[in-house]
């Protein structure tokens, strides 16, 4: 009984992983992320990513402004506004092979184009992207696929 249960079980999870591949949809946990060099304080959900942002950024405060998941099909964008509107994030999945998704993020603050890269994301692993200044600070975009 045990043995039977766990077999469909492994055969639900991986039939998920799968489909989701063949239907091009990728889950991305996207976070925003503020930092400064005033004042001297981390975020405690930002713990997972806390050896990535100090090897590759010099601030000495982060602090978390949104965690958003979203679920990204082929050529679909995904937008999500910031700042009652004037900011518009949109994610959009363009490619997936081998197990490699890759994501065009493209950031619009007051209908101009600040931000436009494209980034190749493995299942499990984070990519932090620098993003614009905002007065004293610099936003930094952390993308992780689950697939």
Known sequence: MKRTLFLLILTVVFSSFFLSAAYGQVQVRLRVIRASSVGQSFDPSLRDVRNELGSLFSF?????????????????????????????????????????????????????????????????????????????AVIIYALHARF
Do not use: F, Q, W
């Open 60 to 136: 000495t405060s982060y602090h978390l402004l949104g965690d958003e998941n979203l679920n990204l099909t082929l050529n679909r964008p995904v937008s999500i506004s910031a700042h009652e509107g004037r900011i518009v994030l949109e994610t959009t999945l363009v490619g997936l092979n081998r197990g490699v998704a890759e994501v065009r993020m493209r950031v619009v603050r007051g209908g101009t184009e600040i931000l436009n890269t494209r980034v190749r994301l493995s299942p499990g692993r984070t990519v932090l992207i620098g993003g614009p200044r905002v007065r004293e």
